[in-house]
Every structure is written in structure tokens, then in C-alpha cells.
T-cell receptor, first 114, second 115 residues
Framework: GENVEQHPSTLSVQEGDSAVIKCTYS??????FPWYKQELGKRPQLIID?????GEKKDQRIAVTLNKTAKHFSLHITETQPEDSAVYFC?????????????FGGGTRLMVKP | NAGVTQTPKFRVLKTGQSMTLLCAQD?????MYWYRQDPGMGLRLIHY???????AKGEVPDGYNVSRLKKQNFLLGLESAAPSQTSVYFC??????????????FGDGTRLSIL
């Protein structure tokens, strides 16, 4: 089955700096890669996703890049703010019309220091 | 439009007791999922359903059963709770086969402790 590795497990940045979180996946058939943000005690919330037919997607301060050849994708947050502090999860799935099950990475705890 | 609603929010059980967690969604989603999240770890899929009357095993199905009698509801059962099942349980739902790779929407979670 699919295996998703996420690095780093913790990341501390100064407010205004950029943060980058990287994930690798094992199954070349995976074609959908969402990123979720989870604040303490809350539900995971989708912040951005990318499909395998594009290499990059941007939404304001957040961007995701995908390298299908190397089987890795990354989340980039620019101009970080204290409210960006949370745990971020990457995930991968394959559109197989049989459930689109997500395999999650282990998470990255991002701390933005004011 | 409440989205995905989980009940209860918290529960403490004794080893060997049984209980059912309820997930309800009002978005007319075909697919529904149950995950568990242990401290410092990602979410692991327990069971999922691709439509009313269907269920399938995920990554960690042992010790759990599920039922999807109605499209909007997905129940997760623990027949004989064990301390290893202490976790936070999340339900999620998404559009199904007619929509390619749609995002999963999560409920607020159920915090379950087994003593």
C-alpha cells in the first residue's frame, strides 16, 4: 500500500519568515495530494490540495509543489503569522473509484514565534 | 448546514465494555470514513464506506465494526473495548465516484478513553 513520509516533525520559525514542509510518497499511482491544518483539539481542515496534472498551486500565502518523477510534494507558507501555528498533515490518494482513501504523513508541528 | 457531526464528543469506558460512535453528514456525500489519531501521529484509516449498505476495511480495522444503513450516517462500534483503543476518532466524508478526488471533510472528533 501507499506510504507517506513527512519532514520535519517540528519546525520553528520567526514571524514573517517562510516555512517549508516536505512529503514523499511511495505509490506512483497516487494522483491527489491534500494538505490539512489541525489546531490543538480541533478537526483537520483542508488548506490546499493538488492533483497530479499540475506541478504547482498557490492560494495567497500558501503554495504546494509536486514532483511526480521524484514522488515528493511540499507545502510552502510565506510571511508566516502566529495564527499559522498548528500541526500540518500531508496526504496522498489514488482516484480508483473505490473510496479514494487517504494515506497521511506523520504531521509537522509548526511554531511561529512573534 | 452542519457538515459532519460526531457524537459523543467525549467518552470514558472500562475494558470490555461496548459502545457505538455516530457520524452524521448533511452534504449528501457518498463516501464516509473513520480514522483514529494517536498522540503525535497522523490519522490512520479504520473503515470506510463508498455508499449506503457498503463497508470496507482500512489500515487498522481490528477490534472495530461499522455499519452504513443510511447514506447520511456511518456508525463505528467497539464490541469489547481495550486500552489500546484509547484515541481520538475522526469521521470524514466526501463526494464519491462521479467526482474525481474530492476533499474529505472532517467532524470535530470523539475523545475516547478506555480504562
Amino acid at each position: 500500500g501507499e506510504n507517506v513520509e513527512q519532514h520535519p516533525s517540528t519546525l520553528s520559525v520567526q514571524e514573517g519568515d517562510s516555512a517549508v514542509i516536505k512529503c514523499t510518497y511511495s505509490d506512483s499511482a497516487s494522483n491527489y495530494f491534500p494538505w490539512y491544518k489541525q489546531e490543538l483539539g480541533k478537526r483537520p481542515q483542508l488548506i490546499i490540495d493538488i492533483r497530479s496534472n499540475v506541478g504547482e498551486k498557490k492560494d495567497q500565502r500558501i503554495a504546494v509543489t509536486l514532483n511526480k518523477t521524484a514522488k515528493h510534494f511540499s507545502l510552502h507558507i510565506t510571511e508566516t503569522q502566529p495564527e499559522d501555528s498548528a500541526v500540518y498533515f500531508c496526504a496522498a490518494s489514488m482516484d480508483n473509484n473505490a473510496g479514494n482513501m487517504l494515506t497521511f504523513g506523520g504531521g509537522t508541528r509548526l511554531m511561529v514565534k512573534p | 448546514n452542519a457538515g459532519v457531526t460526531q457524537t459523543p464528543k467525549f467518552r470514558v469506558l472500562k475494558t470490555g465494555q461496548s459502545m457505538t460512535l455516530l457520524c452524521a453528514q448533511d452534504m449528501n456525500h457518498e463516501y464516509m470514513y473513520w480514522y483514529r489519531q494517536d498522540p503525535g501521529m497522523g490519522l490512520r484509516l479504520i473503515h470506510y464506506s463508498v455508499g449506503e449498505g457498503t463497508t470496507a476495511k482500512g489500515e487498522v480495522p481490528d477490534g472495530y465494526n461499522v455499519s452504513r444503513l443510511k447514506k447520511q450516517n456511518f456508525l463505528l462500534g467497539l464490541e469489547s473495548a481495550a486500552p489500546s483503543q484509547t484515541s481520538v476518532y475522526f469521521c470524514a466524508s466526501s463526494y464519491g465516484v462521479l467526482y474525481s478526488n474530492q476533499p474529505q471533510h472532517f467532524g470535530d472528533g470523539t475523545r475516547l478513553s478506555i480504562l
